[in-house]
C-alpha cells in the first residue's frame, strides 16, 4: 500500500510538473515564438534518441520535463537580439550565451525528482571540453543534456533562423556525424543518425 501510495504522489507531481512546463512553455511563445517552437521540436527529437539508446524511463521523462524549456534563460535576452535578422555580432553572441546560465538560476530552487536546472544548463557543453559555460568535458556532462546538445543542434541547424534559413535536415546530420565522438556522445550522436535513417524520423511542427 505505501508503495502504491508513493507511486499515485509521484504521478500527481509528474501532471503538476507538466501544467508547470506548460505555462513557462507559453511564457516563452509569447515572447519568441521561434524559441518555443524550437524547443518543443528539440524535446521531441531528444525524446526518441533516449528511447532509441534503451535507456530507462526515468531519463525519458526529465528529458520530456528539461526539453521543452531548455531555453527559458532566453526570456532575459531582449527581443531584438532574439529575432534579429542580420548575423549577431559578438557582443549580442555572449548576452545569447548566458541564457543557459539564466536558466540555470531560474530553475535552481525548484524542486523536482529530475536534475531540470542542471540539464538546461549543461545543454551547450561539448564532449571536449569546448562548450559553454562551463567547459564541462565528457562524463562531467549528464546525459540528458548530451542528448538535448545533439537534439538542439539538429533542430537549430535544420530550421530557418531569423538570421538564415534553414540548412536541412542532411546538413544537421552531416555535423553530428563529423563531430561525433569530438563535440557530441557518440552513442547519443549514432542513435540520432539511425532515426533519421533507418528509421523515418523527421522534425515536425509539435506542441507540448
Not at 528529458?63 to 549577431?88: F, N, Q, V, Y
Not at 535544420?158 to 534559413?165: D, K, L, V, W
Amino acid at each position: 500500500q505505501a508503495e502504491e501510495q508513493l507511486r499515485h504522489t509521484l504521478d500527481s507531481l509528474r501532471k503538476s510538473f507538466g501544467t508547470i512546463i506548460q505555462v513557462m512553455v507559453s511564457a516563452v511563445e509569447v515572447r519568441d515564438p521561434y524559441t518555443a517552437g524550437h524547443q518543443i521540436r528539440s524535446a521531441h527529437l531528444a525524446r526518441a534518441i533516449a528511447t532509441e539508446m534503451g535507456l530507462s524511463q526515468d531519463t525519458i521523462e526529465a528529458i520530456r520535463m528539461a526539453g521543452p524549456i531548455h531555453d527559458i534563460g532566453k526570456i532575459s535576452i531582449p527581443a531584438e537580439i532574439l529575432s534579429k535578422p542580420t548575423k549577431l555580432t559578438e557582443i549580442e553572441f555572449s548576452l545569447i550565451k548566458e541564457h543557459a546560465r539564466t536558466g540555470y538560476e531560474m530553475l535552481k530552487d525548484v524542486e523536482s525528482p529530475w536534475p531540470l536546472a542542471e540539464i538546461v544548463y549543461q545543454h551547450h557543453e561539448r564532449m571536449d571540453g569546448s562548450g559553454y559555460p562551463r567547459n564541462l568535458k565528457g562524463d562531467d556532462i549528464l546525459m540528458e543534456a548530451r542528448i538535448l546538445a545533439v537534439a538542439d543542434v539538429v533542430e537549430a541547424m535544420a530550421s530557418h533562423r531569423p538570421y538564415r534559413p534553414g540548412l536541412g535536415i542532411d546538413a544537421a546530420l552531416k555535423e553530428i556525424e563529423k563531430n561525433r565522438g569530438i563535440f557530441y556522445d557518440i552513442t547519443v550522436a549514432d542513435a540520432c543518425l539511425r532515426l533519421f535513417r533507418e528509421k523515418g524520423f523527421h522534425l515536425e511542427g509539435l506542441r507540448f
